[in-house]
Structure formats: structure tokens, C-alpha cells
């Protein structure tokens, strides 16, 4: 397993949407190890009340973790999130829009409601994620950090996501955008792509492993750490001079993008 990386988390408020498992999973437990406060989204409560079960089990530098489950694509529940945090850890300093699906379909199958819900979630929970944590962080003055999960998709066309790769790149756009807003306010935005990962979702396919090995430079998926690694420093003090970027971990994949054919 790649181990996490150390930065200086102490002090550090984070909201994590979608966070009962895989990379927002990975994502929380590093920085709850590394002494951050982290407020943990899951749309599933039990999902989400086992994760926080898992990250408080192990050993930690002072962080402290607590489920809060509800949809990440609700403009009110994400108002009432960022205000848990708050009132529970006294202020919010990073906000990881991490919530997401993934919507299989060509444009000729893809229906309106399919595409809705995707729409809603990626790109709207994204949004007024950004937007809320920002207002709580710009009343408190102390600067913040908001970071997206974009995807290699966003870069590069890939069979059967057009309306998935569209939200993504949306979201890259966004962290761009919102440079102009949140600059003066010492808050940074960026974005990561990841490439093929190893979570739940994808280890669940006995094929995922070999082909996402021999068609990835680097010869293997991603793990969970390899992104919470990247997503760790992109938040941290060391990238305090880095905003409206997109960081793609893909292990070179999108370089010479060869599709996952079995």
C-alpha cells in the first residue's frame, strides 16, 4: 500500500462529500491522520457511519472524525453541512466536492432523467459546495482550500460517458472560473483527474486489474492512496501558490489513452 504522505493538518476543518468509501474514503482518513477535523458525507448513513467507525479505530494525531449522510446534490442539506461543521469544529477551512456517479450510455441511449441525476449531483453538489464553504471561509478571513474530483475522462473521450466526461470537464472549468471569486479571499481551487482506480466499485470486476495494467504506463491502476495523496497536497500549506489547476494521477494514461478493450 502506498502510505500517505505528511503535511501539517492540525487546526484544519475539512468537509469530504461522498466519503463512505473508495478515493473521499482515503481522502478523510489521511487527513483525520494527520490531525485534521474531518466532517464525512455519505448519501448511505449506515455507509458513512462505518467509514468514521474504521478512520477512529486507528491510531491519529489529535484529528477527529464524524458522519453526517445525506444527498450531496441537496443545495439546503449542503447549507446544513457546512453549518455542522462549523458547529461542530468550530470553523471550516477545506471543502472536497468528492460526491459523484458515473452514468454508462451513448448519446443515443442516454435518458433525461439519467442525465439529470448526474447533472444534479457532479456539476450542482459541486457548485454549491464551492459556493457555501467558500461564504463560510470568507466570513471567517482566513482563506481555505476547495478542491473537485474531476476525471481522465474530462481530458480525454472514452466509450459510453459522454454525459459523465462532460461534468467532469465542467468541473475543470469551474476551478478556473472560480479563481477570479476566490483569490482575493486566499482561497485556492483546483481539481484532480484520476485515472483507473482500485476501489470498491472497480474491484468488483475480475477483468479491471489486468487490462487497466497492461494498458496503464506505469503499469497498474491507481490505488485509493495514490489520490488522496495527490488530494492531500493540493489542500495543504505546500500548495498555497497553486490555484485553478487540474492535477490528472493516471499513471500516464491519458499521454497515449489506449481504451480498456478485453
Known amino acids: 500500500m502506498t502510505p500517505f504522505t505528511q503535511y501539517p493538518f492540525q487546526d484544519q476543518v475539512a468537509v469530504i462529500t461522498g466519503a463512505g468509501q473508495g478515493i473521499g474514503f482515503a ?19 449506515t455507509l458513512a457511519r462505518k467509514a468514521v467507525d474504521a478512520i477512529q479505530q486507528e491510531d491519529q494525531e489529535g484529528g477527529r472524525c464524524e458522519a453526517y449522510s445525506g444527498d450531496a446534490s441537496d443545495v439546503a442539506f449542503i447549507q446544513q453541512m457546512v453549518n455542522a461543521a462549523v458547529e461542530r469544529f468550530g470553523k471550516l477551512t477545506i471543502a472536497v466536492a468528492n460526491a459523484g ?8 441511449t442516454t435518458t433525461p432523467e439519467a442525465f439529470q441525476k448526474i447533472v444534479d449531483l457532479n456539476l450542482r453538489g459541486s457548485f454549491f459546495l464551492a459556493q457555501l464553504a467558500a461564504t463560510q471561509m470568507r466570513d471567517q478571513g482566513a482563506g481555505g482550500s476547495v478542491l473537485f474530483m474531476s476525471s481522465v475522462v474530462g481530458h480525454q473521450a472514452h466509450p459510453g460517458l459522454p454525459a459523465y466526461s462532460m ?5 475543470e472549468m469551474l476551478a478556473k472560473q472560480l479563481v477570479i471569486d476566490f483569490s482575493p479571499l486566499q482561497i485556492t481551487v483546483n481539481a484532480i483527474a484520476p485515472g ?24 497498474r491502476p491507481a490505488t485509493v492512496e495514490d489520490i488522496a495523496n495527490a488530494a492531500l497536497f493540493l489542500v495543504s500549506p505546500a500548495s498555497r501558490h497553486i490555484t485553478g489547476q487540474s492535477l490528472v494521477v493516471d499513471g500516464g494514461w491519458t499521454s497515449i489513452s489506449p481504451p480498456p478493450v478485453s
Open 167 to 171: 461534468t467532469k470537464a465542467g468541473l
Open 27 to 45: 481522502i478523510a482518513k489521511a487527513l483525520v491522520r494527520q490531525g485534521a477535523a474531518v466532517l464525512l458525507n455519505d448519501y448511505d448513513e
Open 101 to 108: 456517479i458515473t452514468v454508462f450510455g451513448d448519446i443515443f
Open 196 to 219: 483507473a482506480t482500485l476501489t470498491e466499485r472497480t474491484l468488483d470486476d475480475p477483468t479491471y486489474i489486468p487490462i487497466w495494467s497492461r494498458i496503464t504506463p506505469m503499469g
